[in-house]
């Protein structure tokens, strides 16, 4: 196993970077545990709006997927939370944001935000469990 190498937070914008370095500090994490919810939250906000051009016929979007995975009771639930903390306050008047990922409820969400949506599920295998559901 090899040893633990902490992010290259130097390659971050600086409000990014000072962003996630704040939040890990607030709460006394490794800035590898807020980062990949941070980056997935911006991916989220850019949603649709955006695409990167790879070649002639072949765009992009901004999807990004991420997990944190660390032993349990680690702060992982604190840390992503707080990375999504602005998105969930815009939760609140727009449904910017699923836990529930059946076909039927991911279509009625696309549906009202035609620039996209961010997935969120605190364990793993909820998500796992829901990839076969149809309702």
């Not at 008047?93 to 059946?102: H, I, N, P, S």
């Amino acid at each position: 196993m090899s040893a633990y190498t902490p992010p290259p937070m130097d390659v971050l914008p600086p409000a990014v970077r000072d962003f996630v370095q704040d939040h890990a500090v607030a709460i006394g994490i490794d800035p590898g545990y807020v980062l990949p919810a941070t980056l997935t939250g911006l991916a989220a906000a850019i949603g649709n709006t955006a695409v990167v051009q790879v070649k002639t016929g072949w765009n992009e979007p901004s999807v990004l997927f991420a997990a944190v995975v660390a032993e349990s009771g680690s702060a992982k639930s604190p840390a992503v939370r707080g990375a999504l903390q602005p998105i969930l306050e815009r939760q609140v008047d727009e449904a910017c944001m699923v836990g529930d990922v059946t076909i039927e409820a991911l279509a009625d969400s696309l549906a009202k935000n035609p620039r996209g949506v961010l997935l969120y599920r605190d364990e793993l295998d909820g998500w796992f469990r829901s990839f076969n559901q149809y309702k």
